[in-house]
């Protein structure tokens, strides 16, 4: 049985920082990508960053370059997101999804499991 979940959201100063673990069974990650997703209030869920299980590769949607960093421990099958300089306007719920296969995607419809999300709140 696949399990995807999310662990480590709360709520955060305005600049601090916080990691997310994603820890995911039931299927080789050497041959998955992982990808972190957010959704705030009233918005699509869109992605942050991805990383292969094959080669350790990551990707980055533009915004969250140099602030966000995507990681995996092999060893404990957990993929990181640790998530620096936090603003309100990270404030949402963060999700990680598996999609088999080689390749990686931005898109949520190419995930086949998804964790049921953790909530993250950037606020003094």
């Known amino acids: 049985q696949v399990q995807v979940a999310e662990f480590g959201g709360g709520l955060v100063q305005p600049g601090g920082s916080a990691r997310l673990s994603c820890t995911a069974s039931g299927f080789n990650l050497d041959h998955a990508a992982i990808g972190w997703f957010r959704q705030a209030p009233g918005k699509a869920r869109g992605a942050i960053a991805c990383i292969l299980g094959s080669d350790g590769s990551t990707f980055y949607e533009d915004p969250m370059k140099g602030r966000f960093t995507i990681a995996r421990d092999s060893v404990r099958d957990t993929v990181y997101l640790q998530m620096n300089s936090l603003k309100p306007e990270d404030t949402a719920d963060y999700f990680c999804?598996?999609?088999?296969?080689?390749?990686?995607?931005?898109?949520?419809?190419?995930?086949?499991?998804w964790g049921q999300g953790t909530q993250v709140t950037v606020s003094s």
């Open positions: 999804a598996a999609m088999p296969g080689p390749g990686w995607s931005r898109v949520t419809g190419h995930y086949s499991w």
